[in-house]
Structures are given as C-alpha cells and as structure tokens.
C-alpha cells in the first residue's frame, strides 16, 4: 500500500503539534466533537429536505469510547462521512482546513497558546496519539475508507468494513511520561469532565458508558453498574426563551458559571438576528472581584461559535469602562478556527462588541430609573470606570458614558445624574457648577462656595481625583459647560455689579500690582474677588489647562518622577470684607507690612484649598511678629 506525504504546510502543523509542550493538549478532544457536530449538522441539513435520507433529529448523536488494554479513545458520529476523495483532502491537506489561520499566526511568533484558545483542527489529536485511524463511509455511498497516519510519515487510506454511515476516530494514545498521563484519556470520568468544559452546549448527545460502583455495607464485593449516559447538557441557557426562564434560573447560572457567591445586580439576555447573528447573556455583577483594580484583571466574554467554546475571555468584546461585565456570546457567524489576530479584525465581531455596549448603557439607565438604589449601589463599585473612560478616550465615549455619570451635590448630599442636574437649573443659570475638593467637608469648606449657593445654584461635587479631568474632557452636558467654582471667571454678577468691580479694580491696580509683586513666583495675578461672600481670601485659577485641583491630583501621582506641574493661580481678595480696608491703609504708609501681609494672605489661601504651605517656619514667624 502506498504511504502519501501530508503537504508541506500540514507537516509543519504536524510537527508543532506532535512535539508540542502545550499544557492543554485535552483540547484535542473539543477537536473532534465539534468535527463530529459539524458532520452531523451537514446531514441534519439533508435531512429537512430529503427524506430519503430517513433520520430524525433524535437519532444524531456522537458516541465515545475508551479501551483501557488497547489504550484506545474513539470518537463516532452518525454524520455525512467521508468520500475517498474528501479523506484526502481533508486530513491530507491543510489548505481547507480553518487551521490555515492558524499557520498565519504562527508565522508571526510562536505563540503556542493560540492552541488552546482557538481550534487548531484535526492534527490536534496528535499531541496525544502516536497513531490514528480515520473509519468512514460517506453519506450516498456504499463503499467506506480508513486513513491511517501516525503524523511522521504521512497517511494511508484503504477500503474497510463499515456498516453504517458517518466516521469513526481512533486515538492510540502515547505513553505514559513523569510529565504527562496520557492515560487520563481512557478514563471515563475524566472524559465526562473534558465534554463539560468545552463541549457542554454542542446540540447532538454526546453518549459514553459510565462505570458506577455501589459498595455495600457488608463485606460483599461492589457491584458495577454500567449504563450509557449523555454528558453534555445541549442547551445552553442563552438559547432557550426568556419567557421559559426565572430569576433565579439566570442567577444560578451566573453564580455557577462565574464563581461568584453574590447573585448579579442584574442580567442582559439578547437574541440578534440580521447584520450579525448571536445570542448573548450578560451580568452586571453586584460586587468587584478581589482583583478588579489590579493589573491582573482580564476582562473579556466567553465566546463560544455554535455551542463550542472558543475562547474564555474575549476582551474585543468589551470596552474597558464595561470590563466588569460578564458573560457568554455565542454566534454561529464566527468560525471556531479563527485566530487571535484575526479575530480583533472581525467585522462581525464589531458589530457584536457595538450592540453589545449600547445594550449594558441601556439596561443601566434603565436601572437607574427603576431601582435608584441598586443603581447607586452598582455606581460606587464601578462609576470610577465611567469617568476614567471618558478622559482616556478624549471625548469619544462622551455619549456613552454621559448619563450613566453620577455626583454628590450642594443641594441635598445625595448624588445627581447630569441630567437631573439641567433639569432643576435656575432659570438665569447658564452653567454647570462643580468644586473640588478630598471630600464632601472639604468642599463645604471652600470660600468659593458661598457665593454661588447663595445665587441658589446647585454645585456637583467632586471628590474622586479623576473628576475634573473627565469633566474637562466632557466639555458640555446639553450646551451647558461646565464650570469649576475655582475657575477665574464665575460670571456670577449682574452688569451693575461688574461695571463697580473694575472700578474698584482699577483704582486698586497699583496695590495689586505691588501685592503680586510680593509673592510672583506664586500667583500670576491679584485682583479683586467677585465670589467672595464672607471669607477674606482665596486662590482661583488663572485660565491655563491645568487648574488647582489638578496641579494636586498630578503632582500625588507616582509616575510624575520627581517633576511639579503648576497651575496658573490668581490671589482673590474680597473687598467687602475688613481686611480690604487694612490692606489699602498699608499701601499708603508700610509697605514692608503689606508684603508680609500679602504673604500671610496666599498661605491662608493655600491652607483653605487643602495645599500645604511652601515654607511653614517662615509662616510661623509671619503670625507672631503679628502676635507680639
Ligand atoms: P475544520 O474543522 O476547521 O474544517 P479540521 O482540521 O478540524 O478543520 O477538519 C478538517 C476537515 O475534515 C473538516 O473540514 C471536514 O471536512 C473533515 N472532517 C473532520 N472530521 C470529520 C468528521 N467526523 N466527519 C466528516 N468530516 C470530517
Ligand atoms: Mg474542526
């Protein structure tokens, strides 16, 4: 009999896979059940329009063995078969074969977890058997064929004995090494286990005889019972109907699937059909996992394709502000031999990833409505996520993200939607308020503050370090800006009020300017206050792209290596308050004390914004030359 060379790309796939030191070789398993499933489908197919073809749906199924003396697996399926023709194609070449994309991953490194991660085909088997036989008779045809292989030195085929249609897989696994028990193959239990994991939701029985023993009270040997059992569960829950599922159905599944003692906050079941086709369930689970703000976290969905479990966790699916979610897409448009590489550049799987981010924004804001107090729940865990995905993605997840955001406010303590926040907005109010502040005393604590409650406006605050900066991303909330109660210029007054403000001002501009001129290495400007109410000082920032509150937050970062960012900040002086006056009088008769003043003043300023002082001894000595 002729022995045939495999092609030079399936040698070279051959040769990774006989020699492979994957970890995961059980995957070979997943393999051929979901060639079998396919095979099945094929005739399936027939079926519905043939009756000649003379089966049912329930008379498909896909039957294992194990020989524990010949230490054989077998793999049967009552599928399409095999012509003599199809043998050779399809196990001797690779070219049809979605392995193909596997070699063109390869060729960019030798990443040998893609083994693992996606299907890898047939030749798998070979990282367990040193030799396999393909039994298969073709569905129409009344002759059937073996291939032979034991992957080194190419393949056989021969006409063979087989009564019924479909294909017979044999594995004849390799020893026994200190690294590696490939007899855990003919161990029933452990096959049970492997059809679990990774073929679970194939839709056809995955049949095996299971060994039962029952031992007995007395000292009678155990019996042995023997039955066939079907390991797999065929359907998975995301593809049953939602009205034939409970609650607690869905949060059995989640708390099983996921590990999580906790039942979800809520669940996302959709069913798409058109531009893309899957099913998908999906959780927002109720707490972090321990890891969740640690570099170890991955984020990602199950994916299966047709009931196979393609990849655990597929981060494309996931924007980083959703990556607490959880869950499992399944789409029959995706193919089980895609790879990685590939895979990021799916357009089906973008169209998924697309709908699936709308549907967590939507079923969110619909908690929000429906349950607040889960919301807010939900929303201390992981609302820090929202803001951060804002500022990283320079605006483009505005629209996503915008409503979701939530803040404490002035008005009642409790936290506010942006869209609350416009709807209750005095009618003379043209911007949205927010200060910054270590926490919400702090805040109330600011001289700023005064002035803008008293105008009746309501102020976000804002107490997480990445606040402001994704509120400078947002930019806007419904054409109203936001505005930072420390910013320069609050427009808080009526035309009257600031026609007298620069009056004041000019008359004083030769006092500022000797004030500032006191301290110019710390403020660009003095100048009068026009938000001050009762409080004599404070700081405000002087336009520039970095305000106060963010000079704080950067400067605390430890990646700033040693380098000071500064904002650009202006002295504000109230002119109502007593020390205007005091500050006018030393102008015109000591100077010398009006610098010390002046000092005295931005260290105040600086103390009310919650920075420290650059030079405490000298502050210290400042208030007692005061004292004395
Ligand atoms: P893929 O499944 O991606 O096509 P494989 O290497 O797993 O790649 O299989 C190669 C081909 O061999 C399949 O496309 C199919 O045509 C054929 N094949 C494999 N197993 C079976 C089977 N049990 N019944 C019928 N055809 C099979
Ligand atoms: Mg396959």
């Known amino acids: 009999?002729?022995?045939?060379?495999?092609?030079?790309?399936?040698?070279?796939?051959?040769?990774?896979?006989?020699?492979?030191?994957?970890?995961?070789?059980?995957?070979?398993?997943?393999?051929?059940i979901s060639n079998a499933s396919d095979a099945i489908d094929k005739l399936y197919f027939k079926s519905l329009t043939d009756t000649s073809v003379g089966m049912n749906k329930s008379d498909f199924a896909i039957d294992l063995a194990v020989d524990k003396d010949k230490r054989t697996l077998t793999v049967s399926d009552n599928g399409i078969g095999m012509t003599e023709d199809e043998l050779e194609n399809n196990l001797g070449t690779i070219a049809n074969s979605g392995s193909f994309a596997f070699k063109k991953e390869n060729d960019l490194g030798d990443d040998v977890d893609i083994i693992g991660q996606f299907g890898v085909g047939f030749y798998s088997t070979f990282m367990v058997a040193k030799e396999v036989t393909v039994e298969t008779k073709a569905y129409g045809s009344d002759k059937a064929f073996m291939w032979k292989s034991n992957?080194?030195?190419?393949?056989?085929?021969?006409?063979?004995?087989?009564?019924?249609?479909?294909?017979?897989?044999?594995?004849?696994?390799?020893?026994?090494?200190?690294?590696?028990?490939?007899?855990?193959?003919?161990?029933?239990?452990?096959?049970?286990?492997?059809v679990k994991k990774y073929s679970d939701y194939i839709r056809?029985?995955?049949?095996?005889?299971?060994?039962?023993?029952?031992?007995?009270?007395?000292?009678?040997?155990?019996?042995?019972?023997?039955?066939?059992?079907?390991?797999?569960?065929?359907?998975?829950?995301?593809?049953?109907?939602?009205?034939?599922?409970?609650?607690?159905?869905?949060?059995?599944?989640?708390?099983?699937?996921?590990?999580?003692?906790?039942?979800?906050?809520?669940h996302i079941h959709s069913k798409a059909e058109g531009l893309a086709t899957y099913d998908a369930l999906l959780y927002i689970p109720a707490r972090a996992p321990f890891?969740?703000?640690?570099?170890?976290?991955?984020?990602?969905?199950?994916?299966?394709?047709?009931?196979?479990?393609?990849?655990?966790?597929?981060?494309?699916?996931?924007?980083?502000?959703f990556s607490f979610v959880k869950g499992v897409v399944d789409s029959e448009d995706l193919s089980l031999n895609i790879s990685r590489e590939l895979l990021q550049h799916d357009r089906q799987l973008k169209i998924i990833e697309k709908n699936l981010e709308k549907a967590i924004k939507n079923e969110l804001k619909k908690l929000m409505k429906s349950d607040r107090e889960k919301y807010e729940k939900f929303y201390k865990v992981f609302g820090l996520q929202f803001k951060f995905g804002i500022y990283q993605s320079y605006g483009a997840a505005n629209e996503m993200l915008q409503d979701l955001l939530m803040f404490p406010s002035s008005f009642e303590g409790k936290n506010v939607t942006l869209d609350e926040y416009v709807e209750r907005m005095k009618e003379d109010q043209k911007d949205i308020y927010y200060a910054c502040g270590e926490s919400k005393e702090r805040i109330e604590m600011l001289p700023q503050l005064e002035k803008v409650k008293e105008k009746g406006y309501e102020v976000l605050y804002c107490t997480q370090d990445i606040d402001e900066f994704a509120l400078k991303v947002l930019l806007r909330y419904k054409d109203k800006q936001f505005k930072s109660i420390s910013d320069a210029d609050l427009d808080l007054d009526t035309e009257e009020?600031?026609?007298?403000a620069k009056k004041l001002d000019e008359e004083n501009k030769d006092m500022f300017t000797f004030m500032q001129q006191a301290i110019s290495d710390k403020v660009k400007t003095v100048r009068l206050s026009k938000k001050l109410k009762s409080h004599p000082v404070c700081l405000s920032?002087?336009?520039?792209?970095?305000?106060?509150?963010?000079?704080?937050?950067?400067?605390?970062?430890?990646?700033?290596?040693?380098?000071?960012?500064?904002?650009?900040?202006?002295?504000?002086?109230?002119?109502e308050h007593p020390i205007f006056a005091k500050l006018k009088e030393l102008f015109e008769?000591?100077?010398?004390?009006?610098t010390q003043y002046t000092k005295l003043l931005y260290d105040q300023a600086l103390l009310i914004e919650g920075m420290s002082i650059d030079d405490p001894v000298e502050f210290a000595n400042l208030v007692c030359g005061l004292m004395c």
């Open 291 to 321: 890891d969740y703000y640690s570099k170890d976290y991955e984020k990602g969905l199950q994916l299966y394709s047709s009931g196979v479990m393609i990849m655990d966790k597929c981060a494309d699916l996931l924007p980083d502000y």
């Open 204 to 266: 056809f029985p995955i049949r095996m005889e299971m060994e039962h023993t029952h031992y007995h009270d007395d000292n009678e040997e155990p019996e042995v019972h023997k039955a066939v059992e079907i390991l797999n569960s065929m359907t998975p829950i995301w593809k049953k109907n939602k009205n034939e599922l409970k609650e607690e159905d869905y949060n059995n599944f989640y708390v099983e699937k996921f590990y999580d003692y906790e039942p979800p906050i809520t």
């Open 497 to 500: 009020e600031k026609e007298q």
């Open 1 to 32: 009999m002729e022995t045939k060379q495999f092609k030079a790309e399936s040698k070279r796939l051959l040769d990774m896979m006989i020699n492979s030191i994957y970890t995961h070789k059980e995957i070979f398993l997943r393999e051929l």
């Open 151 to 194: 992957g080194v030195d190419g393949y056989t085929v021969e006409p063979c004995e087989k009564q019924t249609v479909g294909t017979t897989i044999t594995l004849y696994l390799k020893e026994d090494t200190d690294d590696e028990k490939y007899s855990r193959f003919i161990d029933p239990m452990q096959i049970q286990s492997l």
């Open 541 to 575: 920032s002087d336009g520039g792209p970095i305000s106060i509150e963010m000079e704080k937050v950067l400067n605390a970062m430890p990646q700033n290596n040693g380098e000071k960012v500064k904002a650009e900040k202006a002295l504000e002086i109230n002119p």
């Open 589 to 594: 008769s000591d100077k010398d004390k009006l």
